[in-house]
């Protein structure tokens, strides 16, 4: 059924009181006793036919609680119900037995909504998660922060049938402090005993806009605002009208005359008589010091993960949920049971130099003991204020240059006193861009506690960063790695990173890599760009543009990367594997049409009638599927911390009904309850078995050039994700208005996207962003 509530209503829980109050006066009447589900919008799901096609309905709500400040009133609602269509359940059906290829989305969110109807009423709905203070302590975060445990919950049709999707999830609220108690944890000090600095103020302005407090010093009436700002002035001088006349009244005079209350502090602006309503969830970035506590409080070990999952279902009682009832649905609430398989660890090769030329990972790990290298400095180590960095570096580099006799500086290693990310991104746009070094490596004020296999890390990391190679398969230097051996294959990564919440213009950024060293596709080369805001396609895969001298020009990001791969191999790629990160269900088809596309055109630049097969795999790591094991204790299914051993892999019951996807957890647990990565093929020209797909990604997943472990990402992917991240470091700050905005190009949706900072080319030909 469509639903139009008349005013327009632009909150969800508003739109939902109303339909809550109409279906309580109506229900048994003119509804015909019919139970419905509402989205919170437009939609309006009953369980059968309404006694009508349309109708309006008069629906009176008291708003008191609707943030503006205004006194409470009752406002008159009209809810025109009219139908619209039939869901198609037959069409679910049909699809869940592979025999309909599109999924049926409007079925699947009339299930899903009709599930999330009582959780909506009963806890905080953000995204597909609730929250609720009720269902584990809330822990303190600092600064006026607090973590609430919550709930994912989705419909997915899956081999076996529908399936509930379950898992656990915490995220930051805004604590429920009085706001002088709330700006006292901001500022990390007493703000009672003086007023408050113009510094200060403006970060509690920031911090303190937009929240939603309710007064406390009216007793039982507690009306509830939203906060636009601060006054400049302490309360003790603000003054406002009282009449026509423009006599005047100071507000301290007021409270004392009109609610008997004394103004405790009047050297502070005026907010010191509010407490922070309860269960408003906190979007901006958190601080260094809050991400750790909230990470404490995730990290669960899998047998406690399991069990708050458990303890999440019972809870939720759907064998008690009227709207489940009223649909017919049914919900177990055991785990489903899944069949698993372990694939080996791959052997690795090493130097012939060192004592240990081959080893086998154990439990997906291994150690640099007998392998290995040493390094001298080329210069002595060289410090300056972080106000100086620029002309440090560059004296630096000048003074190797002039030691090195006409050689090319290799390394230049930077130590920085603090985590200081400012600092940190300067020396790398410094260093990439500008002088176009091959690397620099970045470590904490902690570099001399560290641990030798962290300096076994670094040193791998520096490896690469020059050019090197730590270690490769050892199939694959035998030649019997199976569709990537028998001809020259590229492996692709590619991925695109978005600005935070909040940032409505900055740039997403888009970076792919490709391997140059078959057989043993150990080195990757990198391009990243920038794209217009939140676009998800990315744009240079493949273009071309007219040159005014040279006329159209054909380039992009696969052709560059194509043309490196024979300039490095001396062949031309014969099979093009591409793994491609960060894309969600919904966007599939369209990422693969478009990108798939790309590659085509690319290949066809290059040479007629050149079209290698293509297998485009997407990665997921953001996903909500948890894999825990029949005995926690087991030794032979778990490892050291009770997770699933590296080299689970799971393709069957709740794996997609018909095509190519399975879940593999390539890593050994740390710590919490480890997530594996879901890869979806979704165009598979070079006919991969499911054993070579995923026997190939867990091997690669060991090759990953930061660390001795295997890794929970295949390592294209993962380092696309890291050439994305590192080039926001190059992002030039935005410019004022008065000042000329550089030449920028034109995304897809006509909107000016300025460049990146071309990264100079020798720093192109190794992993720099490792």
Known sequence: MAVKITPEVSSRSVNRAIMAELVRLYRYSDLGERLPAYDGRKNLYTAGTLPFDAREFVVRLSDDDDGTGVPPREREYRVAIKFAARADLHHLREFIAGRQADAPQEALQVLDVVLREVANRRYVSIGRSFYSPDIRKPQRLGDGLQSWCGFYQS??????????????????????????????????????????????????????????????????????????????????????????????????????????????????????????????RYTKRLNEKQITSLLKVTCRRPREQEMDILQTVQQNEYDQDPYANEFGINISEKLTSVEARVLPAPWLKYHDTGKEKECLPQVGQWNMVNKEF?????????????????????????????????KELELLLAILPDNNGSLYGDIKRICETDLGLISQCCLTKHVFKISKQYLANVSLKINVKMGGRNTVLLDAISWRIPLVSDIPTIIFGADVTHPETGEDSSPSIAAVVASQDWPEVTKYAGLVCAQAHRQELIQDLYKTWHDPQR???????????????????????????????????????????????????ACASLEPNYQPPVTFVVVQ??????????????????????????????????????????????????????????????????????????????????????????????????????????????????MSENQTTPKSSTGTNGTSVKPLPAVKEKVKRVMFYC
């Open 374 to 406: 040493n390094s001298e400095p080329v210069i002595p180590i060289y410090s300056a204020r972080p106000d100086q960095v620029e002309k440090a570096l560059k004296n630096v580099y000048n003074l190797a240059l002039n030691k090195l006799k006409g």
């Open 621 to 734: 790591k953001r996903h909500h599927t948890r894999l825990f094991a029949n005995n926690h204790k087991d030794r032979s299914s778990t490892d050291k911390s009770g997770n699933i051993l590296p080299g689970t892999v799971v393709d069957s019951k709740i794996c997609h009904p018909t095509e190519f996807d399975f879940y593999l957890c390539s890593h050994a647990g740390i710590q919490g309850t480890s997530r594996p990565a879901h890869y979806h093929v979704l165009w598979d020209e070079n006919n991969f078995t499911a054993d070579e797909m995923q026997t190939l990604t867990n091997n690669l997943c060991y090759t990953y050039a930061r660390c001795t472990r295997s890794v929970s990402v295949v390592p294209p992917a993962y380092y696309a994700h890291l050439a994305a991240f590192r080039a926001r470091f190059y992002m030039e700050p935005e």
């Open 155 to 280: 419909i997915r049709p899956t081999q076996m049938g529908l399936s509930l999707n379950i898992d656990m999830s915490s995220t930051a609220f805004i604590e429920p402090l009085p706001v002088i108690e709330f700006v006292a944890q901001i500022l990390g000090k007493d703000v009672i005993s003086r007023p408050l600095s113009d510094a200060n103020r403006i970060k509690i302005k920031k911090a303190l806009r937009g929240v939603k407090v309710e007064v406390t010093h009216r007793g039982n009436v507690r009306r509830k605002y939203r906060i636009s700002g601060l006054t400049t002035q302490p309360t003790h001088e603000l003054i406002f009208p009282i009449d026509d006349q423009m006599n005047m009244k100071s507000v301290v005079e007021y409270f004392k005359e009109m609610y008997g209350f004394t103004i405790q502090h009047p050297h502070l602006p005026c907010l010191q008589a509010c407490k922070i309503v309860e269960g408003q």
């Open 551 to 601: 006329g159209t020009v054909t380039g992009g990001m696969i052709r560059e990367l194509l043309i490196s791969f024979r300039k490095a191999t001396g062949q031309k790629p014969l099979r093009i594997i591409f793994y491609r990160d960060g894309v969600s269900e919904g966007q599939f088809y369209q990422v693969l049409l478009y990108e798939l596309d790309a590659i085509r055109k």
